[in-house]
């Protein structure tokens, strides 16, 4: 019986020591910064670990090979069920305050099914070069998505839609985490539309809505609608300052003499000629909205050095740079701000720069790529902004947040191949990282701005 008892508890304390065991090897497969709520084991798999606070997944930044055969719908039930990854995001209340300076290129023109009954604007046309000899050479027709879009990057939020409140929502979270100020909402009006998209005129209520409870301000872009005149712009600065002027998020900027007026970033100023804009924007103009409650600070478009002069007989009050590729243009040229500062200075224009992280829109325009410029991990964009802050600007402006089609993004992209195209993505770096990188700069623009705004009687808050 004593024999049939030791070998009873031997057997017993090997169980026990068994269980013990293998509880500690469990154990062992949990990351030590684990947080409660993770489901066991997802920190395994890297297609499901990649998430966005929407509940997104995606693959890992650390996974290389990326399989193209990843059955869709099963994605589609993982975004439901899985819990999203909150590690990409900064701690907002740990965040400086932000900087209403800096402002943002902003598109709303992106659809899908779910919430447009369509694609729009990730299915883009590949655009035919003016040369007919040379068109036949490059693929033609339109982009196929989900898989296939017009961009050589993947968006961490997938094929969005605009109209999605979740996606505003994230897009203002974003530049809220960068420090950015503004966003300049491209915009046509009422009735109008790029050739490319729908019109979205309906969505500025819910972008200021979003905007405003992250603290951040609107201005407006104004795209080259047709037959864009004096006429019609009178109709549009009032449409826009009527119906939008009294929320909270609309953007005002101070100006020298303490007057709060509305910005309004025109692009492609120069298609009109100068004697039509002198209609609208000087005092004497037959269609002159200056002095009126309409008033306010129409910022021009300059490509060409020789535009600057117009830009002074139209009447503008200020300069915008817009393009992301050092080199294109004479106003894109960074070794030319300093001298288009000192004209901004001579003639009392504010003078706004705009840097990007880089440009390539060969997915759009497959003849383009000398204007391709390469980011290098962030080094193109932190030399754009050096130089910007090297010409002691009134506004920085920033191109873009979510132009994908021309490649020059800040929001977060994801690595991604498919059976026929591997897309560009941040690594080794985080999809956040022109995020992190405009927070960074943006706090020592603040600060370089303070010291050399009373020398120029430049407003500071």
Same mark, same amino acid.
């Given at each position: 019986m004593a024999k049939f008892r030791r070998r009873t508890c031997i057997i017993l304390s090997l169980f026990i020591l068994f269980i013990f065991s293998l509880m500690m090897g469990l154990k062992m497969l949990r990351p030590n910064k684990a947080t409660f709520g993770d489901p066991f084991g997802l920190e395994l798999l890297p297609v499901l670990h990649q998430q966005t606070r929407l509940g997104k997944s995606f693959d890992s930044q650390n996974n290389d090979k990326i399989n193209s055969e990843t059955n869709n719908k099963n994605l589609k039930s993982v975004e439901i069920t899985m819990k999203p990854s909150k590690a990409s995001e900064p701690y907002l209340e740990e965040l400086q305050p932000l900087n209403y300076y800096l402002h943002v290129f902003y598109y709303s023109w992106y659809g899908n099914p779910q919430f447009d009954g369509k694609y729009i604007h990730w299915n883009h046309p590949i655009l035919k070069h003016w040369d007919p000899r040379l068109t036949k050479n490059y693929p033609q027709g339109k982009h196929s998505p989900p898989d296939d879009i017009g961009s050589s990057f993947y968006p961490e939020l997938g094929i969005y839609s605009?109209?999605?409140p979740s996606v505003i929502e994230t897009h203002m979270k974003q530049m809220y985490s960068a420090s950015i100020g503004v966003l300049a909402l491209s915009w046509y009006p009422p009735g109008t539309n790029d050739e490319n998209g729908e019109n979205t005129d309906d969505l500025v209520?819910?972008?200021?809505?979003?905007?405003?409870?992250?603290?951040?301000?609107?201005?407006?872009?104004? &795209?080259?609608?047709?037959?864009?005149?004096d006429q019609n712009m009178y109709k549009n600065v009032k449409y826009i300052i009527d119906k939008y002027g009294n929320h909270p998020a609309f953007y005002r900027y101070k100006t020298k003499t303490g007057t709060a007026l509305p910005m309004f970033y025109i692009y492609d100023s120069y298609i009109t000629k100068p004697e039509k804009w002198a209609n609208l924007l000087t005092t004497t103009g037959s269609q002159s909205i200056?002095?009126?409650?309409?008033?306010?600070?129409?910022?021009?478009?300059?490509? &060409?050095?020789?535009?600057?002069?117009d830009i002074l007989q139209a009447g503008f009050d200020g300069i915008y740079t817009y393009f992301a590729t050092n080199g294109f243009t004479y106003g894109s040229s960074y070794e030319n701000w300093a001298r288009?500062?000192?004209?901004?200075?001579?003639?009392?224009?504010?003078?706004?720069?705009?840097?990007g992280p880089g440009y390539i829109d060969t997915s759009i325009r497959p003849w383009n790529a000398q204007n391709t410029r390469n980011r290098i991990s962030g080094k193109y964009y932190e030399t754009a902004l050096g130089a910007a802050l090297h010409a002691h600007p009134s506004v920085i402006s920033i191109t873009s947040f979510n132009e994908w089609h021309e490649g020059t993004q800040i929001e977060k992209a994801i690595p991604k191949r498919t059976s026929s195209t591997v897309y560009l993505d941040y690594r080794p770096h985080k999809p956040s990282l022109y995020l992190e990188l405009t927070r960074r700069w943006s706090e020592k623009y603040s600060k370089e701005r303070a010291t050399y705004a009373l020398d120029q009687k430049l407003p500071v808050s």
């Open positions: 605009s109209r999605d209520p819910t972008i200021l809505d979003k905007a405003h409870k992250y603290n951040l301000k609107v201005t407006f872009h104004i &795209e080259p609608y047709s037959n864009r005149d200056r002095n009126s409650p309409y008033d306010a600070l129409f910022i021009a478009l300059l490509v &060409e050095s020789k535009h600057r002069y288009i500062k000192s004209f901004c200075d001579q003639f009392n224009l504010l003078f706004i720069p705009s840097v």
